[in-house]
């Protein structure tokens, strides 16, 4: 098999892994317990918030354990809006951000007590500084803009809009998910106030995620219980996944130029490979800033369902664009946004290496895209 889905989900890292079992096993104490089982089940959970805060540039009292990515960015959006459900707030997101940022942004605006704009982005997936500078208004309160698409992997200026945001005195929250442990990030270089990860997508466990919240603001609570997570974030501590999480996000820093290297290579050989032996495959996205791992293409005339499910039969993993979309046949609303047609947005696939991948399952992977497409274009 040949796993080339890694936007999707990685593998856990053997480290992890192995850090992981025992807090499945004989460690299983509750991290709130006051003997020695949980004071070493809190002192493993707070050795991961201290290893996951320095990895972006935090101090671990700005960091807060979630379920995952989808929960820390549905937190930041329905309750900083929460906060302010008296005063019709406004509210900034992109057109390209991950469901959990988009349909939250959905719901608020159709309860008739928020102002939303979904800013556009140009063709290679960008978001304007310009655009979001003139979107601001004397009651926009948040602005959510992604860090690095999921599906195309376009990056975006990130630190430009920070610095616009902060001389306003208006929360930034970005959705780092992709590019935490992939490529460098620092929130003080950022100048954002809340950001989320994911674990599973840097070679951790899935059902971990985490969200910095910068030391100061005030965040009402998503979950109400205990007293877990500094009363942020009730509910007994995912020990296990918090754990493995930390190991992950230090070797995914420690890993993270030998790995650049290799998926820019991977990445260059692919796109070479497949448009020279396909013209009819096009790229989706930016050529130069985007994540090193993630590929995007668009093939005139075919179904990125078939093609993946063709591919699977060889034992290739790939998506049709993300897997939120897939099983469903509506179009991407990334590739949309880009200003790709219908039908260009249902052709494309996406290709995305990770750590465990090798130079040499490149050209596998053409032969058998462009295998798939030509016997789908023969049955037309
Ligand atoms: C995967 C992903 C999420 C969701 O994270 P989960 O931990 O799976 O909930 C959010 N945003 C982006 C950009 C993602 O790629």
Redesign the pocket.
């Known amino acids: 098999m040949i796993y080339a889905d890694n936007?999707a989900t990685t593998r856990i890292s053997d480290r992890a892994f192995e850090q992981m079992l025992p807090f499945l096993h004989e460690q299983y104490g509750n991290a709130s317990s006051q003997y020695s089982l949980g004071i070493k089940a809190r002192r493993a959970v707070e050795k991961a918030r201290r290893q996951f805060a320095a990895s972006i540039g935090a101090n671990p009292s700005e960091i807060t354990f979630t379920s995952?990515?989808?929960?820390a960015?549905s937190w930041v959006l329905r309750c900083i809006a929460e906060t302010y459900l008296n005063d019709s707030i406004h509210i900034i997101t992109s057109t390209i951000e991950?469901h959990?940022v988009l349909n939250a942004c959905h719901a608020l605006k159709q309860s008739g007590a928020f102002e939303v704009t979904f800013l556009p982005v140009d063709n290679t997936g960008r978001v304007s500084v310009e655009d979001v500078k003139a979107a601001i208004r004397d009651n926009t309160k948040l602005v959510s803009i992604?860090f690095a698409n999921?599906e195309i992997g376009t990056i975006q200026p990130i630190a430009e809009i920070g610095r616009i945001l902060c001389e306003c005195g208006i929360l930034f929250h970005t959705?780092a998910?992709?590019a935490v442990g992939h490529i460098p990030v620092s929130v003080s270089d950022l100048q954002v106030d809340f950001l989320t990860a994911?674990a599973?997508?840097f070679n951790g466990p899935k059902g971990v995620?985490m969200l910095y919240k910068r030391s100061g603001l005030e965040l009402p609570p998503l979950i109400f219980g205990g007293e877990q997570e500094r009363g942020l974030r009730a509910g007994t501590e995912n020990v296990a996944g918090i754990v493995a999480a930390g190991y992950a996000i230090e070797e995914s820093i420690a890993k993270m130029d030998e790995s650049t290297q290799k998926l820019t290579e991977m990445v260059y050989l692919t796109v070479k490979g497949i448009l020279t032996r396909l013209p009819a495959a096009r790229l989706n996205g930016d050529f130069e800033n985007r994540l090193p791992g993630i590929i995007n293409f668009s093939f005139d005339g075919a179904s990125g369902g078939s093609l993946m499910h063709l591919l699977d039969l060889k034992g290739i993993c790939v998506s049709t664009s993300s897997a939120c979309n897939s099983g469903q046949d509506t179009p991407s609303h990334v590739l949309l946004a880009l200003g790709l047609t219908e039908e260009q947005a249902k052709s494309a696939i996406r290709i995305s290496y990770g750590r465990y991948n090798t130079v040499d399952q490149v050209e596998a992977i053409i032969s058998a895209v462009c295998e798939a497409y030509e016997k789908i274009l023969s049955h037309h």
């Open positions: 936007a995952g990515g989808s929960e960015n991950h959990s992604m999921n959705d998910v992709q994911s599973h997508k995620g």
